[in-house]
């Protein structure tokens, strides 16, 4: 059993039916789901919170003012105001029921919350208690906040400075653009972004680098470990396990297509992750005996060539078009890569011995779930 299973972009959890913004859509994948949805329900938390204020007031000045309307306009009026009310109750009621819950809180405090969010006046209160604990929570995590909730624009704007010439998107799906990025195990913030809270994509945390020392190179190099993780110590290391063999811990087929891309990456383990031309992707934490053959054919065919591919020691670069393809090498010694035209790398006598390796691999995922 594998602990994330296929999906599709018709499927997708980072995309609502509803129209969203197209800064609160960019910055989805990235945030992970659960501080998303804090971030949603925080603005209209925040929108009950100015409207039961206001119908506050306007109620109070409704009661004084009553006896200089006509009974005719007192009446429509006062229709208005509690349909208006009942409206904004329950907004109110609704947006605290829904932080509540994804603060986890305990079920007494829910059950309090609920109640207070439907008397007008202590309505305040219950919002003013949740919007607090959520803003913390934003807070906490370095998310810009306006008066009404998070601040959208700028947060897209920080999280493409901090990504930068990394995080590349050459589909239309956001999470297929987060997966993407993460296959290649070279940005630390987006993997930490990533391993927590409720994302589509289990990644694992990377770790916490302290002084360099030989317990560090081991790490590099221990088969017991998460080869994703062993990629993050090997690139935060450099030439600190250079002293032994180059051993290979990824390897990244990057192939576009028409309209669409192609993307298997496959790992130490045996583990692999794949993009395919339907959109659908495949994430394999725990390979089948087929699969791990089938990458481990991979592995001992790239292990044979390993010094004819180039060293690329730069940051990634764009994906690439058609018709190239691009093959990465992550090692314990950093990265290589060839780019060329599809049609000559299957043609070419030793390149092709590589490419033939990719359909047996995606034959053994297949199988996983036929």
């Known amino acids: ?67 200089l309307w006509a009974p005719d306009m007192r009446m429509f009026l006062g229709a208005t105001v509690v349909i208006a009310l009942l ?72 999280l493409m400075q901090i990504f930068g010439s990394l995080y590349q998107e050459p589909s239309d799906i956001p999470e297929l653009n987060q997966l993407y990025n993460l296959t290649f195990c070279d940005d630390l913030e987006l993997a930490r972004l990533s391993s927590r809270g409720e994302n589509l994509f289990q990644w694992p945390e990377p770790p916490e680098f302290q002084a360099l020392d030989k317990g560090a190179v081991a790490k590099v190099h221990d088969r017991q470990i998460d080869p994703r993780v062993r990629i993050y110590w090997a690139r935060w290391l450099k030439d600190a396990a250079h002293h032994s063999d180059e051993q290979i811990l990824a390897i990244i087929w990057d192939i576009p ?56 020691d730069f940051p990634r670069p764009i994906p690439p078009a058609v018709p190239a393809a691009r093959l990465t090498l992550i090692t314990t010694h950093g990265t290589r890569v060839i780019e060329q035209p599809w049609s000559e790398l299957t043609q070419h006598p030793t390149a092709s011995q590589l490419t033939e390796t990719i359909d047996p691999v995606v034959a053994a995922i297949s199988a996983m779930y036929d």
């Open 87 to 158: 409206a904004i109750t329950g907004l109110t009621t609704w947006a605290v029921i829904r932080l509540a819950s994804r603060l986890e809180y305990s079920p007494p405090m829910r059950f309090f919350l609920a109640i207070c969010s439907l008397v007008p006046f202590l309505a305040l209160l219950s919002l003013f208690i949740v919007i607090d604990k959520t803003r913390g929570v934003m807070a906490k995590h370095q998310i810009p906040l306006l008066a009404n909730g998070v601040d959208w624009v700028t947060l897209k704007g920080t």
């Open 1 to 67: 059993m594998t602990i994330e299973t296929s999906g599709s972009d018709l499927a997708s959890p980072y995309q609502s039916p509803d129209a969203q913004d197209d800064h609160q859509d960019l910055v989805r994948p990235i945030m992970g789901e659960h501080l998303w949805h804090l971030g949603q329900y925080l603005g209209w938390a925040g929108l009950a919170f100015q409207a039961q204020a206001t119908m506050m007031f306007v109620t109070m000045i409704f009661i004084w003012n009553r006896s």
């Open 257 to 312: 297509l028409d309209n669409c891309m192609f993307l298997l990456a496959c790992y130490d383990n045996g583990m692999a992750i794949l993009i395919d031309e339907s959109n659908e992707y495949y994430v394999e934490p725990i390979p089948s005996a087929e699969l791990r053959a089938a990458v481990d054919r991979m592995f001992d065919i790239a292990t044979q060539w390993i010094e004819r591919i180039t060293p690329y």
